[in-house]
């Protein structure tokens, strides 16, 4: 097998994930400086735990909703999942969620030859709309500088309220609520335009911003190129069911604690049918994305089962490939097209998203 990973039992979180690529071994994601520490016990479990990717629902925080007061990220990402079989290559567990009640299965399988990933999460007996998603992150501090790129956008904003306030800490550089069409070409709060498809970038700085895909070929990507360790790290999603990607650069914005200007170089790829991070009042609410067509939240019902597939995976990097300008399907899974005309041939099964 040539994929590794396990699950922290408080929150699902998915950890120590490593990918064998020939005699190497890759380890794509982050795990927070605290983690595993005795100064984490007094966290509540997200941040205790805070590492890999996990499951959120609702997706980001904020007010109660009708009675429903979630913690951050939702129950997904706090609560205690039991296991219900861990066998090498697929792990399945459950949580019982009690805010709003409901059980969420999740299975995490790697394919023999392959480099992949495949999460499955089933929501059953829930009622009512929910906004939720993938909360990936991505370390640039161990594997080196990376080139992002995602799908052809169609929106793309950058959070519209304050996400750092400098009295309390924390520090912001980009344009609040502006609009952009390129990650190349983004608004800074003092003047000029960034480019955030290179990371780590903007050092003292924590940013947010939110992408929605033009929907094509029913899967929606977003890739990082990782020259120095040579590899490329992509995802794969149906826009159906995760409909936009929320970028969260962490790098050294946060001074109070737990972070304490510690957190660098920390990319969250998230993956989302949500708006924003702003949790589910504001996602169920008139808001603007949902005013141009785009979801942020999905009807759950208490007699169906709902089913949220996600893949990612990893690929070596031939010789010229700089940055990922196209993700297409094949016979036998994807190709990746770089915008210097080099390609990778990777083997997935993208009929999984269906």
Not at 83 to 97: F, Y
Not at 99 to 117: L, M, W
Not at 205 to 225: G, P, Q, Y
Not at 300 to 309: A, D, M, Q, S
């Amino acid at each position: 097998m040539n994929v590794s990973f396990d699950i922290t039992r408080t929150g699902g979180q998915l950890g120590k994930v490593k990918f064998r690529l020939g005699g190497k071994t890759v380890e794509p994601f982050s795990t927070a400086p605290w983690c595993d520490k005795p100064e984490a016990k007094k966290l509540i479990p997200l941040l205790r735990e805070l590492r890999g990717d996990f499951f959120c629902a609702p997706f980001g925080a904020g007010p109660a909703w009708r009675g429903e007061a979630h913690p951050p990220h939702g129950e997904p990402a706090n609560g205690t999942w039991k296991v219900l079989s861990s066998d090498p290559g697929r792990l399945v567990a459950t949580l019982q969620a009690s805010v709003r009640p409901g059980t969420i299965t999740k299975i995490i399988e790697a394919r023999e030859g392959e480099t992949n990933i495949y999460q499955t999460h089933l929501l059953e007996g829930f009622k009512g709309d929910m906004c939720l998603g993938h909360h990936a992150m991505l370390d640039f501090t161990r594997n080196g500088p990376g080139i992002l790129s995602t799908s052809k956008l169609r929106l793309a904003q950058v959070l519209p309220v304050l996400f750092e306030n400098p009295a309390e800490g924390g520090y912001s550089s980009l344009k609040p609520g502006a609009w952009f069409r390129q990650l190349d070409s983004v608004p800074m709060a003092v003047g000029g335009r960034t480019d955030l498809t290179r990371y780590p970038a903007r050092d003292g700085f924590e940013d947010l911003v939110m992408i929605h895909h033009r929907d094509s070929d029913d899967f929606a990507w977003a890739a990082v190129v990782f020259p120095e360790k040579k590899f490329v790290w992509f995802s794969l999603k149906n826009p159906a069911h995760l409909a936009s990607t929320v970028l969260w650069h962490s790098n050294g914005g946060r001074h109070y604690a737990p972070w304490s200007g510690r957190h660098r170089g920390v990319l969250g790829v998230e993956d989302v049918t949500a708006y924003f991070h702003l949790g589910l009042a504001a996602s169920l609410a008139d808001n603007p994305w949902k005013e141009k067509g785009v979801a942020t939240s999905i009807p759950l019902g208490r007699k169906k089962c709902t089913r949220i597939p996600y893949i990612m995976g990893i690929a070596p990097l031939p010789s010229g490939f700089d940055s990922v300008r196209a993700i297409r399907r094949t016979a036998a899974g994807i190709r990746l097209s770089a915008a210097s005309g080099a390609q990778i041939d990777h083997v997935v099964d993208t009929a999984f998203l269906r």
